[in-house]
């Protein structure tokens, strides 16, 4: 595999749902980031840039081959009753090796970020959701509104992917609600933030009740404005992040929505939702695909079940409703298992092993979809599958590969 820079202009960086494709690394040793001065691209880059963690598989902290190492784990998985398969992160080839694995073993499934997934699938569930893309957002919309968040903070390179101060956005408007206007934006680009009364929920309420025209007393100026410069846009787009809707968020996503559906009676609007990473979006839609359901599902004794609320890993973990976790994290290192009193098996990157808080259980290290293997990823909106390009081979078998071959020994035991 050669390391010259050119290898790798087509890099696309999978660390977080937007999967920008537009920098690149300058080679496979140092994973320097050219063309982007993103952090969160950089923090994730340092983390795999030491090449020198053990990346032998243990079983209770004594190395092991990878072929004991899933034959361990099947004997104790095939032990388990209700097990619990956490963290999720995976691209498309792992869920769906994922799914078969969860359908032979009667799993509850659950991404490490799914009561905030569950925001924007509620709210889709019960009331359907105007959706666009970044495409669209780039060619088309001239008005930007974020509400509750200020996106740059943990998708650096959003507004960049909006297209925002490139010559030709049609974008002339940019509006923070309930949160400042963060430092990072475009050249040019100029924001303005309105602070609220500390309440989004009421916020939002009332500017869909301003964008209805429907009477307020009291009515904020500053939220009037806002829903006047709606209804003069010609495509305004209303921006949230799933993981920084505080609870019940569902609701609020609801309520942008019927913002939204009110705007598409006389102009155009639509809503662009922030979350996913890690694989999280992509497991839910292969599990859609595969079974009519997302995740907080599993194929259980009465037939396929969707608890959304009953099956969250958290509640689950605090109710000792399951006995065994299988906990997978191959993006990111630091997202380990919750310290929990429970049997279990961890899949990540070499550089989790030191960061595993005890050394019982087993653990297998497994390739990085970007890095050190090939793979694809859903983007956050939805509407395109990503390919990942490995920029150099360690030796390490996907997350596809150990999951299979824990099915294969499995299936063998019975």
Request: aromatic share 6%; net charge negative.
């Given at each position: 595999?050669?390391?010259?820079?050119?290898?790798?202009?087509?890099?696309?960086?999978?660390?977080?749902?937007?999967?920008?494709?537009?920098?690149?690394?300058?080679?496979?040793?140092?994973?320097?980031?050219?063309?982007?001065?993103?952090?969160?691209?950089?923090?994730?880059?340092?983390?795999?840039r030491?090449?020198?963690?053990?990346?032998?598989?243990?079983?209770?902290?004594?190395?092991?081959?990878?072929?004991?190492?899933?034959?361990?784990?099947?004997?104790?998985?095939?032990?388990?009753?209700?097990?619990?398969?956490?963290?999720?992160?995976?691209?498309?080839?792992?869920?769906?090796?994922?799914?078969?694995?969860?359908?032979?073993?009667?799993?509850?499934?659950?991404?490490?970020?799914?009561?905030?997934?569950?925001?924007?699938?509620?709210?889709?569930?019960d009331?359907?959701?105007?959706?666009?893309?970044?495409?669209?957002?780039?060619?088309?919309?001239?008005?930007?509104?974020?509400?509750?968040?200020?996106?740059?903070?943990?998708?650096?390179?959003?507004?960049?992917?909006c297209?925002?101060?490139?010559?030709g956005?049609?974008?002339?408007?940019?509006?923070?609600?309930?949160?400042?206007?963060?430092?990072?934006?475009?050249?040019?680009?100029?924001?303005?933030?309105?602070?609220?009364?500390?309440d989004?929920?009421?916020?939002?309420?009332?500017?869909?009740?301003?964008?209805?025209?429907?009477?307020?007393?009291?009515?904020?100026?500053?939220?009037?404005?806002?829903?006047?410069?709606?209804?003069?846009?010609?495509?305004?787009?209303?921006?949230?992040?799933?993981?920084?809707?505080?609870?019940?968020g569902?609701?609020?996503?609801?309520?942008?929505?019927?913002?939204?559906?009110t705007?598409?009676?006389?102009?155009?609007?639509?809503?662009?939702?922030?979350g996913?990473?890690?694989?999280?979006?992509?497991?839910?839609?292969?599990?859609?695909?595969?079974?009519?359901?997302?995740?907080?599902?599993?194929?259980?004794p009465?037939?396929?079940?969707?608890?959304?609320?009953?099956?969250?890993?958290?509640?689950?973990?605090?109710?000792?409703?399951?006995?065994?976790?299988?906990?997978?994290?191959?993006?990111?290192?630091?997202?380990?298992?919750?310290?929990?009193?429970?049997?279990?098996?961890?899949l990540?990157?070499?550089?989790?092993?030191?960061?595993?808080?005890?050394?019982?259980g087993?653990?297998?290290?497994?390739?990085?979809?970007?890095?050190?293997?090939?793979?694809?990823?859903?983007?956050?909106?939805?509407?395109?599958?990503?390919?990942?390009?490995?920029?150099?081979?360690?030796?390490?078998?996907?997350?596809?590969?150990?999951?299979?071959?824990?099915?294969?020994?499995?299936?063998?035991?019975?």
């Amino acid at each position: 595999m050669t390391e010259a820079i050119a290898a790798y202009a087509a890099w696309t960086c999978p660390f977080c749902s937007l999967l920008c494709d537009g920098y690149g690394l300058s080679d496979a040793t140092s994973l320097s980031l050219e063309g982007s001065d993103c952090p969160r691209a950089r923090a994730a880059l340092d983390l795999h840039r030491d090449r020198s963690p053990d990346a032998t598989p243990r079983i209770d902290g004594t190395p092991a081959s990878l072929a004991d190492a899933i034959v361990a784990a099947a004997q104790r998985m095939d032990r388990w009753r209700q097990p619990l398969f956490g963290g999720l992160g995976v691209d498309i080839h792992g869920a769906r090796a994922l799914y078969r694995l969860a359908v032979r073993t009667r799993a509850i499934c659950d991404a490490a970020d799914g009561a905030a997934l569950m925001h924007g699938l509620r709210a889709l569930q019960d009331r359907g959701q105007y959706q666009t893309t970044l495409g669209e957002i780039a060619s088309r919309a001239d008005l930007l509104v974020c509400v509750g968040t200020p996106a740059v903070e943990h998708y650096p390179e959003f507004f960049r992917r909006c297209g925002l101060g490139a010559a030709g956005s049609p974008c002339t408007g940019l509006v923070f609600l309930g949160v400042p206007a963060p430092a990072r934006l475009p050249a040019g680009v100029h924001a303005q933030a309105l602070p609220g009364s500390g309440d989004l929920y009421a916020d939002v309420q009332q500017l869909a009740a301003l964008v209805a025209r429907r009477r307020v007393p009291g009515a904020d100026p500053a939220l009037a404005a806002l829903a006047g410069r709606l209804h003069e846009a010609r495509y305004a787009v209303l921006v949230w992040e799933a993981g920084a809707l505080p609870a019940h968020g569902a609701l609020l996503v609801e309520a942008l929505g019927r913002i939204v559906a009110t705007l598409n009676g006389t102009t155009r609007a639509a809503t662009f939702p922030l979350g996913g990473s890690d694989g999280a979006s992509s497991v839910n839609q292969v599990f859609a695909w595969l079974s009519g359901l997302p995740l907080r599902s599993r194929a259980g004794p009465l037939g396929a079940e969707h608890e959304p609320l009953r099956f969250g890993a958290d509640r689950l973990l605090a109710d000792g409703a399951v006995d065994g976790l299988l906990w997978i994290s191959s993006f990111d290192a630091t997202r380990t298992p919750p310290p929990v009193d429970l049997p279990r098996i961890v899949l990540g990157p070499a550089a989790m092993a030191s960061r595993l808080q005890e050394a019982g259980g087993i653990f297998v290290p497994v390739a990085t979809p970007g890095i050190n293997a090939g793979g694809h990823l859903l983007r956050t909106d939805g509407t395109v599958v990503v390919p990942l390009s490995a920029v150099r081979d360690d030796g390490l078998p996907g997350v596809d590969v150990v999951l299979q071959g824990l099915a294969d020994a499995l299936e063998s035991r019975t």
